[in-house]
Structure formats: structure tokens, C-alpha cells
């Protein structure tokens, strides 16, 4: 199983990116797949998360209505599209992924991670 980020850069504030997770030894379908964040000096910080099966979303409260989660199945990868950032988004983000359908918030019950991709949001 390996997960792939990508996407990340520097963007202005108010500004958009896409995030990537590209997934290769699982379907992505049928589990579910997170996203997370780690500031410098901050412990790692749960984004949101889809899961297996008929796709729902979830997301930290915080950021719902600026960051969605999405997924196309045929290209086994899983997206976060995050809007409006902000200088307080900055961070390396990960996906990581379960070997259940459900979401979960703890990273820990997340079995496999991707390398992290860094993001910075700054005029």
C-alpha cells in the first residue's frame, strides 16, 4: 500500500489549492481515506476524512465550508480542495489511509500514511 501527496506550494492568503493523494495496493473505495496537518511545533491535527463505500465526508469543524474532500475512483486518488486559506493553514499535509470503511479522527487507527506535502500560505 502507498500513498502519494502532492499538490502543495506556496499561495497568497485568500488563495486556493488542491491537494492530491494518489493510491496504488488498495481501492480507495472501499476504505476510508483522512487527511491531516502538522504545523511546526504542533502535534498533527486531523483535517477530515471520506470513507469507504457510498462516500460521505467528514471534517473538522474549524474548516468545513473551506476544505472538501472528494475522490475519483477510476484514478484511485483522493482530493482536498482547500479554499479561502489562510496564514494559519500552513503546514505539511497528509493522507493517510484505514483498512476499515468507517472515518476516524485519531491518527493513529490510520494504517498507512503518505510522505506529506507542504503548504504556506503568505502574502
Known amino acids: 500500500v502507498q500513498l502519494q501527496a502532492s499538490g502543495g506550494g506556496l499561495v497568497q492568503p485568500g488563495g486556493s489549492l488542491r491537494l492530491s493523494c494518489a493510491i496504488s495496493g488498495f481501492s480507495p473505495e472501499r476504505y476510508a481515506t483522512g487527511w491531516f496537518r502538522q504545523a511546526p511545533g504542533k502535534e498533527r491535527e486531523w483535517v477530515g476524512c471520506?470513507?469507504?463505500?457510498?462516500?460521505?465526508?467528514y471534517y473538522v469543524d474549524s474548516l468545513k465550508g473551506r476544505f472538501t474532500i472528494s475522490r475519483d475512483n477510476a484514478k484511485s486518488t483522493v482530493y482536498l480542495q482547500m479554499n479561502s486559506l489562510k496564514p494559519e493553514d500552513t503546514a505539511v499535509y497528509y493522507c493517510?489511509?484505514?483498512?476499515?470503511?468507517?472515518?476516524?479522527?485519531?491518527?493513529?487507527?490510520?494504517?498507512?500514511w503518505g510522505q506529506g506535502t507542504q503548504v504556506t500560505v503568505s502574502s
Open positions: 493517510a489511509a484505514r483498512n476499515t470503511a468507517g472515518c476516524a479522527t485519531h491518527p493513529g487507527v490510520y494504517q498507512s
Open positions: 471520506i470513507n469507504g463505500g457510498v462516500p460521505r465526508t
